[in-house]
């Protein structure tokens, strides 16, 4: 259970529409893993069908999803809002993670795997 930036798109393997994490990381990923792994992923529960809604996506418990730099426009745009709502501060951490990840991807042009 991991986010993973892609730093760039070139060379790369793909399960349907996700990139694989290429052998050589060095300079092509950053990956955020999960810590807490069930624990991390659990805080995602409540917001997973606002997620996949306003980004277009199919993200699950348990399951992996790309977000190209057009969906990390609209998972930033969430973030941003969610983080304005009481929140408790590991879920803070891990949203902020991903809003750095996604703002990232956003000028490279590339994308953020989300896998939970």
Same mark, same amino acid.
């Given at each position: ?7 760039? @798109? ?84 891990? @949203?902020?993670? @991903? ?18």
């Amino acid at each position: 259970m991991e986010f993973v930036l892609f730093l760039d @798109l070139d060379n790369l393997d793909y399960y349907g529409d996700i990139p694989e994490i290429p052998k050589n990381r060095d300079g092509r990923v950053e990956v955020f893993p999960l810590n807490n792994q069930w624990e991390d992923a659990d805080l995602f529960l409540d917001d997973l069908d606002e997620i996949d809604r306003r980004c277009d996506a199919l993200l699950g418990y348990g399951d992996v999803d790309f977000f190209n730099s057009e969906k990390c426009v609209k998972l930033k745009a969430w973030i941003d809002e969610r983080l304005q709502k009481p929140i408790i501060e590991r879920y803070r951490e891990l @949203l902020e993670v @991903l809003r750095s990840f996604c703002e990232r991807a956003i000028v490279l042009q590339t994308g953020v795997v989300i896998d939970l």
